[in-house]
T-cell receptor, first 110, second 112 residues
Framework: GIQVEQSPPDLILQEGANSTLRCNFSDSVNNLQWFHQNPWGQLINLFYIPSGTKQNGRLSATTVATERYSLLYISSSQTTDSGVYFCAVESYTNAGKSTFGDGTTLTVKP | DGGITQSPKYLFRKEGQNVTLSCEQNLNHDAMYWYRQDPGQGLRLIYYSQIVNDFQKGDIAEGYSVSREKKESFPLTVTSAQKNPTAFYLC???????????FGPGTRLTVL
């Protein structure tokens, strides 16, 4: 099946700093999502982005499907950005089956 | 309010007992999913259903069973055959396969 690798596994920032999280995948995808898991375990949708670039406030994401990677940018980070960020993909050959990466744990210090 | 509900939030069971986790959605979504998350890890797909009365195994279906008799409901049974059932279980739904998934708040199952 498709492999998903997220980097870095852990990231510690000072409030106000910018960061880039990366998601590499091993096959062509027709679905890619970024999620933020809060301390209570709830998964919050950030972006549905199988290709192209999207922005939502301080967050933006870019997926380059032909090169099999996606980037999540967080600017002017806040302590509330802390948590685990997951990338999830679906390959063309396995419609309906999402594969998650192991996540990036972000800690933003005041 | 439209959304996905899971109950209960916390569940404790004795080893050897079957237990059923509830997942309901009122979003009129066709597709529903069950995932398992272990500490420090990503989510792994247990079962998914793209339409009523149909479902497929995910990557870790052994020891679990599901039913999809109604569009809005997708209950998961953790059977005694599941070797390590203690985990965080998350349910999701989407309009259809390949579409954006939305998650419920999860159920933390502890088997004693």
């Amino acid at each position: 099946g498709i492999q998903v690798e997220q980097s870095p596994p852990d990231l510690i920032l000072q409030e106000g700093a910018n960061s880039t999280l990366r998601c590499n995948f091993s096959d062509s995808v027709n679905n890619l999502q970024w999620f933020h898991q809060n301390p209570w375990g709830q998964l919050i949708n950030l972006f549905y982005i199988p290709s192209g670039t999207k922005q939502n406030g301080r967050l933006s994401a870019t997926t380059v499907a032909t090169e099999r990677y996606s980037l999540l940018y967080i600017s002017s980070s806040q302590t509330t950005d802390s948590g685990v960020y997951f990338c999830a993909v679906e390959s063309y050959t396995n419609a309906g089956k999402s594969t998650f990466g192991d996540g990036t744990t972000l800690t933003v210090k005041p | 309010d439209g959304g996905i509900t899971q109950s209960p939030k916390y569940l404790f069971r004795k080893e050897g007992q079957n237990v059923t986790l509830s997942c309901e959605q009122n979003l009129n979504h066709d597709a529903m999913y069950w995932y398992r998350q272990d500490p420090g890890q990503g989510l792994r797909l247990i079962y998914y259903s793209q339409i009523v009365n149909d479902f497929q195994k995910g990557d870790i279906a052994e020891g679990y069973s599901v039913s999809r008799e109604k569009k809005e409901s997708f209950p998961l049974t953790v059977t005694s055959a599941q070797k390590n059932p203690t985990a965080f279980y998350l349910c999701a739904s989407s309009i259809g396969a390949d579409n954006e998934q939305f998650f419920g708040p999860g159920t933390r199952l502890t088997v004693l």
